[in-house]
């Protein structure tokens, strides 16, 4: 993906969509529709990106290896598998200890593994999809990265760990969600994004890019890292099974 781009709030998927779109590519070729030659990259507004994602996910119906929840691709949802949401789980408590608070941003999948092996209450999702209000609820609070600090007060450096995974590869929303996490907490980030966000998350919350590289359930169009502003590996590394 070309940095340039990351300013249109760019969905992960945005460049990706060529791979689904080849045999609608070829029809509208077909019809004389559009012309686009193998080499471009097919470039849609974010209405059509959204009104494609949307037909797409109607119709492929690809139920997400955790099943815990239908990915909505309109809302740039791309689930981990379960291997990845187990070990960031896992690893998150690991560093938040024994009483230690955790809130998932934007990673739902991650908090769904953490609620299996932790009965703390202490632990919370910030989401913006409802859905998750409904399963996990209580511990679901609504969040969009476009109002940052409209949070409860009593958030305030709340949690010992914040796991956090934007969904869009833009300077803007990793600015917002920086503020969110430098609200939430001055301890341990872990911060799940696209290799082209490395400069600004570096910048913005001073995190480094980790040997860990999470993965997802279906393949990403883009390289993906993991971010952290401590020594992450080995935790993760004892978390693997
Ligand atoms: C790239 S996905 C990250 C999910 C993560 N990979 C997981 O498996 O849990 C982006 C997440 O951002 C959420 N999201 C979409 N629009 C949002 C908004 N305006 N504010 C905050 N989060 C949003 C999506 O619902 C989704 O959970």
């Not at 230690?100 to 739902?108: D, E, K, L, Q």
């Not at 908090?111 to 913006?128: A, G, R, T, V």
């Not at 209000?133 to 007060?153: E, H, T, V």
Request: hydrophobic content about 35%; overall charge negative.
């Amino acid at each position: 993906m070309e940095k340039e781009l990351n300013d249109e709030n760019l969905c992960f998927e945005q460049t990706g969509l060529k791979q689904f779109m080849s045999p609608a590519i070829s029809a509208l070729h077909e019809h004389n529709s559009i012309t686009i030659t193998d080499d471009e990259d097919l470039i849609l507004s974010e209405e059509a990106r959204s009104a494609l994602l949307c037909h797409l996910n109607e119709a492929c119906r690809i139920p997400s290896g955790d099943a815990f929840v239908e990915e909505d691709w309109g809302l740039s949802q791309f689930w981990y598998d379960n291997e990845t949401s187990e070990i960031l789980a896992k690893s998150a408590l690991e560093c938040a200890g024994e009483k230690g608070r955790i809130a998932c941003v934007s990673s739902p999948s991650v908090y769904n593994q953490l609620q299996k092996i932790s009965d703390s209450k202490e632990n919370y999702l910030f989401e913006f999809d409802k859905r998750f209000q409904q399963k996990f609820p209580g511990q679901a609070i609504f969040y969009d990265y476009k109002s940052p600090l409209d949070l409860d007060p009593k958030f305030q450096m709340y949690f010992d760990v914040v796991v956090a995974d934007p969904p869009f590869l833009s300077q803007e929303c990793l600015e917002k969600f920086a503020q969110t996490i430098h609200f939430l907490t001055d301890k341990k980030i872990i911060l799940c994004t696209g290799a082209v966000m490395e400069e600004d998350a570096k910048i913005l919350m001073n995190v480094t890019p980790c040997n860990f590289t999470p993965q997802h359930e279906k393949k990403l169009g883009n390289e993906f890292k993991c971010y952290t502003n401590f020594y992450f590996d080995e935790i993760i590394y004892h978390n693997k099974s």
